[in-house]
């Protein structure tokens, strides 16, 4: 193939992916919203997930995005050196966004900072965004997509907290978020975490986290009990459906770190909406395609 | 009017203060009529700016939103829903009080709480606060039957005014009642109780800095 036709290719496919991500959501979240739905007994608990379940098999009977705020596009992409098309990733993802945009149809959710202006595109200075982790020794490509809505985005906060603060302080920190921002943001949320040392590595870190599927932990145990925790005592609020009222409050809490700096704890939350719509998906250096996140995905 | 279908409670425009009078938060309901998308800048417009809005609320129901539509091929200025979600209704709480009291609009339905000023507009003018389950767009959007009317398209297509007829749309949970309860902060208060009780729990067991 010529190096044309395959960014066409891998464009082409981008843009499908993207628009099948605003219209079905990932297989791990159907079924974590089914095992929380069951466990609701109060009518309107019920009502709201009878209402969610009910739209999102009318977005795909109708081919529709499924809520419409079809969110600014964010690419995790994680690309090895050998990957043919990996000079031209990101002008690719742009290109695809402005595709999908169309054909999809998405919301127009970029606009220009101090200028003011919607480009009407879903793209503009720096985005979609896009952040890269380059991988050695490989020729696969591999990104998340992720559709970051302005409600579930809302809740976001980072800070540096004083050694003093200790783990306590992170805890407080996340539930703090859970009941001010977080009952807006259409639980049941994801909530990511990060732990390291500064605003922005803690920040990164907690958006990673909510590329995880469902249901995995963090390698260290101490932080795989840190997430069992929370989940716990998030839950124990019991936000429910819609921050209305419920037995649950959460389909997870990922927590991802690094080392930190001895004198300060970088901490961050970001949290996913019940329309947690993220997808993986793998190109290897032919653009063979796997996903396993949406078994419903063909291209 | 108030109407009971299929163990349903269907409110129908045009809806006065009476109508309003036996509902309460938490409440499950439903409405048939005129139902205007209407957000931040109308909103700013009419309370800041004191332009008239070009089509009349009054008894009828506004919904904060910001939709995606497109046009009806082969027809001329016609356009259908193809996805309506509510939108963040806090955003609109600083002009609620002065907005409900000008265009007398019964039914304000969007996401997420409202704080005094709506509460009291409810209260003074008898009007309710609604929530559609937030993320349903399309489902919101089968539920409206065609759109009438458009103004202030200039504004671009989430803040332009779509005129929606609509049938059954909901279910639509009431969060402001007439009376003035917010189930909002009342909730926010429960919660706020467990989540003390959640972090000291939870502090028990992360000591790890020894
Ligand atoms: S928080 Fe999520 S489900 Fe709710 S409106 Fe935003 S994108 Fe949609």
Redesign the pocket.
């Known amino acids: 193939m010529y190096q044309q036709e395959m960014v066409t290719k891998m464009t082409d496919i981008m843009a499908s992916f993207v628009g099948h991500i605003g219209k079905k959501l990932p297989d791990d979240v159907i079924a974590k919203l089914d095992e929380l739905a069951k466990k609701e007994t109060s009518p309107l608990a019920k009502t709201l997930y009878e209402t969610m379940t009910r739209n999102q098999n009318l977005a795909v009977a109708l081919d529709r995005p499924s ?5 600014v596009l964010q690419f995790w992409v994680k690309c090895g050196t050998g990957f043919p098309l990996i000079d031209e990733v990101e002008a690719l993802l742009k290109e695809a966004v402005v595709k999908a945009t169309f054909e999809t149809p998405l919301r127009h959710n970029s606009v220009e900072t101090f200028d003011e202006v919607n480009t009407k595109r879903n793209v503009g200075k720096g985005t979609p965004t896009v952040f890269w982790d380059i991988v050695p020794h490989s020729d696969q490509c591999e990104i998340y997509a992720y ?1 970051a ?4 985005t809302l809740p976001g906060k980072a800070m540096v907290l004083m050694p003093g603060a200790g783990y306590e302080g992170v805890t407080q920190f996340v539930l703090d978020q859970m009941t001010s921002y977080g009952l807006n ?2 639980p049941p949320l994801l909530v990511g975490v990060g732990v390291a040392t500064s605003v922005e590595t803690a920040a990164l870190l907690s958006k990673k986290a909510l590329m995880r599927p469902l249901g995995s932990h963090n390698p260290n145990a101490r932080a795989a009990e840190m997430e069992r925790l929370l989940e716990d005592g998030i839950n124990a609020i019991g936000l429910g459906p819609q921050g209305m009222g419920g037995s649950a409050s959460v389909m997870g809490v990922h927590i991802e770190n690094t080392a930190r700096h001895p004198s300060a704890i970088g901490v961050a939350v970001n949290v ?6 993220r997808g993986h998906i793998v190109f290897d250096r032919d653009l063979n395609v796997t996903c396993d996140t949406h078994s419903t995905f063909r291209r | 009017m108030v109407e009971i279908r299929d163990g349903k409670k269907v409110l129908i425009t045009p809806v006065s203060a009476e109508d309003l009078e036996d509902i309460n938060i938490g409440d499950i309901i439903y409405l048939d009529g005129d139902l205007m998308t209407c957000r931040d800048v109308a909103h700013r417009r009419l309370v800041e700016g004191g332009r008239e809005l070009p089509y009349d609320i009054r008894d009828k129901a506004i919904f904060h939103a910001g939709p995606i539509v497109r046009p009806i091929e082969g027809q001329e200025d016609a356009y259908e829903m193809v996805s309506v ?3 963040t209704s806090m955003r609109m709480e600083k002009f609620e009080y002065e907005f409900t009291k000008l265009t007398g609009v019964r039914v304000i339905v969007g ?1 997420g709480g409202m704080k005094e000023n709506t509460e009291r507009a409810c209260r003074e003018f008898g009007a309710i606060h609604c929530v559609f389950p ?2 349903c ?1 399309v489902v919101a959007a089968t539920e409206v039957e065609r759109i009438a009317e458009h103004h202030w398209d200039e504004l671009g297509m989430p803040e332009t005014l779509w005129c929606c007829k609509v049938k059954e749309f909901g279910p639509l949970i009431v969060s402001i009642d007439a009376k003035g309860r917010n189930m909002f902060e009342e909730n926010k208060v429960r919660f706020n109780e467990r989540k003390d009780a959640a972090v000291e729990e939870i502090c028990k067991h992360v000591s790890f800095i020894k």
């Not at chain 1, 996913?272 to 719509?277: T, V």
């Open positions: 809520c419409q705020d079809t969110g559709m809505g302005g409600g579930c943001a259409c996913g909406c019940w329309s947690h719509r | 979600g509510p939108t996401k937030a993320g767009a």
